[in-house]
């Protein structure tokens, strides 16, 4: 009965692969421009990601800043009651267009985070220039080292008394859970498929 149902409407994890399908070519098509990138270059595209971002939803930020403050200078109730009402709003469409930008970017988000995975499998080491980030991170993890205004990440750390290395490139299947996960979706996948 249930192979007869399969076939009359066909198996929903196909389907939810073939619609999933799209992004894993994305990403694809981007990483030949994101693997040309060095170290400094990759770092640098979360702060381009962080910046479309706010540049989505500035106008919003602004009105609701502004509309914050008027509502921190009336003691009117009916008037703060309006004013929330508005921010409410503003808030649920710069949501929404904050949903709109991730989608855009994270083809692109995928393939630095995939290329990132690389360089740290084939180096024992990466070399950066040091942020305050680093720094601090330095401080607490010995796998961080701060030498004159680079930072230098090791690929292999301690994790609670287990040397680790990290070898691993993420493979499409991954991608694919962390899109439906990003989604707030629960992706469910089959041993083997490092999760």
Known sequence: ???FLKKIFGDKSAKDLKELQPLIDKIKAVEPQIQ???ANELRAKTIEFKERIAKGVEAENKEIAELKEQIE?????SEKEALYERVDALEKTA????EKV??????EAYAVVRHTAKLFTENKEIIVRATEMDEALAQKHAHVTIKG????F???WDAAGNPITWEMVHYDVQLIGGSVLHQGKIAEMATGEGK
């Not at 200078?73 to 109730?77: C, E, L, P, V, Y």
């Not at 991730?102 to 083809?107: F, K, M, V």
């Open 154 to 156: 090791q690929n292999s």
């Open 1 to 3: 009965m249930l192979n």
């Open 95 to 98: 949501y929404e267009k904050t």
């Open 73 to 77: 200078n009336t003691s009117d109730f």
């Open 149 to 152: 205004s680079d930072a230098i």
């Open 102 to 107: 991730l989608e855009d970017i994270l083809p």
């Open 36 to 38: 040309n990138l060095n």
